[in-house]
């Protein structure tokens, strides 16, 4: 894996901000001892991240913007295809064709201060995920639990 840096932050009267990005490049090759099979990946992504606030002439109010991505690879074992035994009625087995998770997280946020010990905060932020990992059963004479990609996650929340 290579990466590279870049961050940006200051004040502008009352804005104040942080921003941040990174390229990475991500490369890998499995191989199946047993099988020769071969698996190979190879991805370049962004991942930007940003912190905007607003602190209103009163300095008791402000409002901020933020926002970031981010990445969740597959660990070893969840690419391995071959069966693990956990305990004796069950196994799991891995996927080699998984692919990386992405998630997205936007929030807005609204702040007002009565006093240094006092604060009343309101958020609203949303969530999307892509290729989400998880796990299925199946119930055979044995049970079985492959881990699989499903695709996308979205949320809104308030606080």
Do not use: C
Request: without cysteine.
């Amino acid at each position: 894996m290579l990466a590279a840096y870049s961050s940006l932050n200051g004040k502008l009267k009352h804005f104040s901000f942080d921003l941040g990005l990174r390229l990475e490049s991500f490369d890998y090759k499995l191989r199946a001892v047993s099988t020769d099979e071969q698996i190979k990946n190879n991805y370049l992504n962004l991942f930007p991240n940003f912190n905007i606030r607003y602190d209103f002439e009163d300095l008791k109010n402000s409002i901020a913007l933020s926002g970031n991505r981010r990445i969740e690879r597959p660990g070893y074992s969840m690419l391995n295809p071959f069966a693990v035994n956990n305990n004796p009625i069950y196994f799991t087995n891995g996927n080699t064709h998984l692919k990386p998770y992405f998630a997205n997280r936007l929030d807005l946020q609204y702040s007002h201060k009565w006093n240094s010990n006092h604060s009343l905060i309101f958020s609203l932020y949303g969530n999307s995920s892509k290729n989400m990992f998880t796990y299925i059963s199946r119930y055979n004479e044995e049970v079985w639990s492959p881990e699989f990609n499903y695709y996308n996650d979205y949320n809104l929340n308030q606080i």
